[in-house]
């Protein structure tokens, strides 16, 4: 089982990083993407999957972060992302519920950084709030789709997320344990098991029963069990479906 967005990059998770592996090895769970948001964390990311195995990293300028996005920060994000424990390229994308960067600026980061990603010939990671046609428009606009990767903490109405599903893989989280998340498990429903890779978003939202608890990637087999309910597979269908999603979805993931 592999948690394939997780942020043990965050300094809830990185202080505590050698007990965090240690209950993600003994929940079962074998490996973690780790994501970047900035320069700082996306070097942070490279650095634990340098160090411990069963990591792998993302770098990317998050669109929170996006007004920070000048030539300087994408030339060393450039850089990071052609170290040999970067998979893919991310997360990337608009957020027009928080808006903590003007969304023209968060336009033009999301643009450069899919050139970038294409240059490089990475998967991306993609990260959409409230802005769903235009994250989609320019995907087809600048062939953001051509090398695959992940839609994160996926929640589109269900016909959307499985027309994406027909480009990236769609990520379901701890949220679709949420008593009033039917949406996320309407969702979860509409997109083939083929298709989904499993995530925490780690240290956010922590599935119940540790809801407005630290999430960490120990937490992945809450999420599958749940998955497995919903599609009316075995937990162990989902755990061998999904980790093959993940190969696939980031073919360097294990040197491919």
């Avoid at 411990?52 to 929170?64: K, T």
């Avoid at 994160?152 to 027909?166: L, M, Q």
Wanted: proline fraction near 6%; aromatic fraction near 6%; glycine fraction near 6%.
């Amino acid at each position: 089982m592999i948690d394939a967005h997780s942020h043990l990059n965050d300094p809830q998770l990185s202080v505590q990083i050698d007990a965090v592996l240690a209950r993600m090895r003994e929940a079962g769970v074998s490996g973690a993407l780790v994501i970047g948001a900035d320069v700082p964390s996306s070097r942070l990311a490279v650095e634990l999957a340098r160090v411990y195995p069963e990591l792998r990293a993302a770098v990317a300028m998050h669109p929170h972060d996006s007004k920070d996005l000048d030539d300087e920060a994408l030339a060393a994000l450039a850089a990071l992302a052609r170290q040999p424990e970067v998979v893919a390229y991310g997360e990337i994308g608009l957020d027009f519920h928080y808006d903590f960067s003007p969304r023209e600026i968060q336009r033009d980061a999301f643009r450069r950084q899919l050139r970038l990603a294409r240059e490089l010939d990475l998967p991306i990671v993609i990260h959409e709030r409230e802005a769903a046609d235009e994250v989609m428009s320019m995907l087809d606009a600048e062939n953001g789709w051509a090398h695959g990767g992940e839609w994160h903490c996926c929640s589109v109405e269900p016909e959307r997320a499985a027309r994406i599903a027909e480009r990236l893989y769609v990520g379901i989280a701890g949220w679709i344990t949420f008593s009033k998340a039917e949406n996320i498990r309407a969702l979860a429903r509409a997109v083939p098991l083929e298709r989904i890779v499993l995530e925490t978003d780690a240290p956010y939202l922590a599935p119940a029963p540790h809801r407005g608890k630290t999430n960490e990637p120990a937490f992945v087999p809450i999420i599958a069990q749940t998955l497995a309910e919903l599609k009316g597979v075995s937990f162990a269908e989902v755990e061998r479906v999904t980790d093959e999603n993940v190969a696939r979805a980031f073919p360097r993931w294990t040197g491919g």
